[in-house]
């Protein structure tokens, strides 16, 4: 069975501007697809090698470069948001989706 991809919450962020220009800035080999769920929150998209640590230091979240943020690694989830955010997570966390195998491959 394949493994899936790693969902993230990227939540309480400090300078949101900072971070929406790193998300759009990094690529590959560490590729990373991002959903908008409010001004400073994201759901995150990785490979599944990649740790919570990593992804915090790709955003300069770590060493406050680009502010502070609570970052989190997303075994399960469950709630009430727009239906696009469920679709997303379901499409892009499956590591067959063609989508998300190209952007982070």
Do not use: H
């Amino acid at each position: 069975m394949a493994t899936q991809n790693n969902l993230f919450a990227l939540f309480d962020v400090s300078n949101p501007s900072a971070i929406k220009a790193r998300l759009a800035a990094l690529d590959l080999p560490f590729a990373i697809l991002s959903q908008t769920v409010s001004l400073d929150s994201w759901f995150l998209i990785t490979k599944s090698a990649i740790t919570t640590k990593e992804v915090s230091d790709a955003l300069g979240i770590t060493d406050g470069s680009n502010g502070s943020g609570v970052l989190v690694r997303v075994e399960n989830y469950y709630g009430r948001a727009d239906t696009e955010v469920w679709e997303w997570i379901a499409a892009k966390r499956s590591s067959s989706s063609k989508w998300a195998e190209a952007c982070l491959n």
